[in-house]
Each structure stands twice: as structure tokens, then as C-alpha cells.
């Protein structure tokens, strides 16, 4: 008997417990990239737009992390997502 008191009181601790904790909803700003997975400008003086490879790997630099892809038209997107 007094180890299901013990029992029943425990595990209303940590229901309670876990009750009081505060959570903070995080804030998140959105990035859409777009661009060519490769460079397609074959002369070498043109200045090229960077790929989507590049702008992605610039992104993560800043802090960026993927939430998802697509196609629109034939050109891929990446749906990035940060902290505010």
C-alpha cells in the first residue's frame, strides 16, 4: 500500500512538474532561393549569377537551414528558415 502511494505521488510530481515548464514559441524568418543547380554561361568574362549551390552554401554560412525544395518552370527553389 505505501508503495503505491509512494508510486502515485512520484509520478504526479513529475506530471506536474513538467506542467510548470515554460516554453517559448520561437520566431523564424523564411528565405526563398532560386537559381541553376550550374553555371550555365560559358564565357569567361560574363559575370554569372551564383548557383543554387552557392547561395545555399552562403545561406548556411549566415545561419539559414533547408525546410524544403521544389521546381517551378524547371528552376528549383530551397525554402530556408533562421531564429529571428
Keep these: 500500500m505505501n508503495k503505491t502511494i509512494a508510486l502515485a505521488f512520484a509520478l504526479s510530481t513529475l506530471f506536474f512538474a513538467g506542467c510548470c515548464t515554460t516554453h517559448q514559441a520561437q ?35 549566415e545561419g539559414w537551414e533547408v525546410v524544403s525544395t521544389g521546381t517551378e518552370s524547371n528552376t528549383p527553389f530551397v525554402i530556408l528558415r533562421r531564429q529571428k
Design 27 to 61: 520566431a523564424w524568418e523564411y528565405k526563398i532561393v532560386t537559381g541553376y543547380l550550374r553555371s550555365g554561361f560559358p564565357l569567361p568574362n560574363a559575370k554569372r549569377p551564383p548557383t543554387l549551390g552557392e547561395q545555399l552554401n552562403q545561406a548556411a554560412a
